[in-house]
C-alpha cells in the first residue's frame, strides 16, 4: 500500500468539476489510509484532504464544502470528487499513504488539474 498512483487531471472551467482516482497498481487489497496533496509552481506542498483507515474525512479550510472523498475497497482505490473549482485550485494534485510513509507527498507530475477563467 505503498505504491500509490493518482490519475484523472484535466481541464474544466470555473465552477466545473473534475474526479481524481488515487490506487495501488497490481493490488486488489483495499487502500487504508491516503492523503490528496497538491502543488503549484513556486508554492508548498500542501495537503487538501485526508481518509484514514478508519473512515474520518478530513478537509482542508480552502476546500472544505466543495470536496469530497469515497472509496471503492474492491477496486482499490480512492476518488477524490472536485466541485465548483476555483481557478486557485490549479495545481499538480498528489495521493499518497497516511500516515506518511518514505514516499514524498508530492512526488513526480501528479494529476495536473486546470481550471480557467
Known amino acids: 500500500q505503498d505504491r500509490l498512483v493518482e490519475s484523472g487531471g484535466g481541464l474544466v472551467p470555473t465552477g466545473g468539476s473534475l474526479t481524481l482516482s488515487c490506487t495501488a497498481p497490481?493490488?486488489?487489497?483495499?487502500?487504508?489510509?491516503v492523503a490528496w496533496y497538491r502543488q503549484s509552481p513556486g508554492k508548498q506542498c500542501t495537503r487538501v484532504a485526508l481518509l484514514t483507515e478508519s473512515g474520518e474525512r478530513e478537509f482542508a479550510d480552502s476546500v472544505k464544502g466543495r470536496f469530497s472523498l469515497a472509496r471503492d475497497n474492491a477496486k482499490a482505490t480512492v476518488y477524490l470528487q472536485m466541485d465548483n473549482l476555483k481557478p486557485v485550485d490549479a495545481a499538480h494534485y498528489y495521493c499518497?499513504?497516511?500516515?506518511?510513509?518514505?514516499?514524498?507527498?508530492?512526488w513526480g507530475p501528479g494529476a495536473v488539474v486546470s481550471v480557467s477563467s
Open positions: 499518497n499513504t497516511y500516515p506518511s510513509g518514505p514516499r514524498a507527498d508530492c
Open positions: 497490481g493490488s486488489t487489497a483495499s487502500l487504508k489510509g
